[in-house]
């Protein structure tokens, strides 16, 4: 029998928060919006509150939240931007580990396949991984997007499969192709987000010496 584990990148494995901030931060400057807290602006994310609506609490005007939307999907995968991202703790020692066992496959949700290329190099975890897929969509539903890419690179006859993902679009793409869901509470869903999702396990650390148990068995580790 195959053993996949998938994994989203961004919020699971790899921590986003100041890359986001930063550009957040820089664009209220250049669009004359005055930036939040960077504990606020994740709570607010965490919390399922758009970027628009982040900004409308702030008091920005429409024109200004106009300009800083458009400029703000130019930067999210800049290279100056992604500097700014680090793993977290435990994820290189739990992906050694886990790949003894199993074909680890990176399913994410970037634009940008180059930058994410170099970028994981620069991290180095892309040999940990036995295929990379990237895709990006703004349909409906969004979860559909990592489905289709998954179902046309990986056979999944014979298999089992898990699914490691920080958001609603991981936790209903892997529940839509049967894998056992593990919720991430590190990135841009709080727990209590996720907990309504009914993952089958909810983690909040990628030092897998503190997974459950039970995770650890069934994944073979």
């Known amino acids: 029998m195959n053993k996949f584990v ?22 209220c400057k250049q669009v004359n919006i005055p930036p939040l807290y960077e504990n606020d602006y994740w709570d607010f994310k965490r919390n399922k509150l ?18 800083y939307l458009s400029l703000r999907g130019t930067l999210l995968e800049d290279p100056y ?39 994981i190099e620069r991290l180095t975890i892309s040999h940990f991984f036995k295929k990379i897929l990237n895709t990006y969509t703004q349909e409906e539903p969004r979860y559909l997007a990592k489905t289709n890419i998954i179902r046309k690179n990986i056979s999944l006859v014979d298999s089992k499969t898990w699914f490691f993902g920080d958001s609603e679009m991981d936790m209903l793409a892997g529940k839509s192709l049967n894998s056992t869901t593990v919720g991430v509470s590190l990135g841009i869903r709080e727990s209590e987000l996720l907990v309504k999702l009914s993952p089958d396990y909810l983690i909040d650390t990628m030092e897998i010496e503190k997974w459950p148990r039970e995770l650890c068995l069934d994944l073979g580790v």
């Not at 790899?14 to 550009?23: A, E, G, S, T």
């Open 6 to 27: 998938f994994f989203d990148l961004d919020g699971t494995l790899l921590n986003q928060k100041k890359r986001y901030f930063m550009i957040h931060q820089d664009l």
């Open 50 to 67: 758009s970027e628009e609506n982040i900004l409308k609490r702030n008091k920005g005007e429409q024109t200004f939240i106009n300009n």
């Open 81 to 119: 931007y992604l500097k700014y991202d680090q793993l977290f703790t435990g994820v290189i020692e739990m992906l050694e580990t886990v790949s003894k066992k199993n074909d680890l496959i990176m399913v994410t949700n970037r634009n940008n396949r180059a930058n994410l290329l170099a970028q």
